[in-house]
């Protein structure tokens, strides 16, 4: 994906009110940091940014006083009953430099019919290059049998991203869903365990 160009400004105001009065204005506080430079504490424009964001793991070109500073999100701090952006943590990248990131899992094909797949890790952390990083990782279902497990080292990664969420762990399991027994087998059951009590 190529760079999102945001325009920053700098922001002189701190604290909660004037955080708030930021908001009010349609913008979004963040603070850009990283390659050994001072916190940069600037205001976003607001759509924009949350316009970038639904991007994972986008490469941002924040503008700021005529100069350009390619940066990643690494915290989106949001509002929970309204899910706004309330503030954004960006880490200063340089081109051809390797970060780890987190990166949203997708699943694709079909299992074998009759079969359900879960989920255990809905996002992998992995290294690439700052400017070509996966906005997902995609993870094939097609043809599994219930039993089947997908390992993290199984997942077909794009070239140039390592792995570095362990191995072995487990990111998809296949399995047959549970069926609810009926009431005559919940008895059966229920009655040799009964009359062991006894």
Known sequence: MSEIKLAAEARTEFGKGAAR????????????????????HVTLPGH????????????????????AQLAIAKDV??????????????????????VEVEVPVHVVGESVP????LLEQLTLVVEADATRLPDAIEVS?????????????????PEGVTLVT??????LIVS????EASEDEAAEET???EAAAE
């Open 21 to 40: 009065r930021v908001r009010r204005a349609g913008k979004i506080p963040a603070v850009l940091y990283g390659h050994g430079t001072d916190p940069l």
């Open 48 to 67: 924009e940014t949350m316009m970038a964001l639904k991007h994972s793991n986008a490469l941002f070109s924040i503008e700021l006083d005529g100069k």
């Open 77 to 98: 701090q949001r509002e929970p009953v309204r899910n706004v952006i309330e503030h954004v943590d960006l880490l200063i990248v340089k081109k051809g430099e390797k």
């Open 114 to 117: 009759g079969t359900i797949h």
């Open 141 to 157: 279902v097609e043809g599994l049998e219930a039993g089947s497990v997908v390992y993290a080292g199984d997942v077909a990664l």
């Open 166 to 171: 362990d191995a072995s762990a487990d990111v």
């Open 176 to 179: 047959e869903p549970k069926v």
């Open 191 to 193: 009655a040799p365990a």
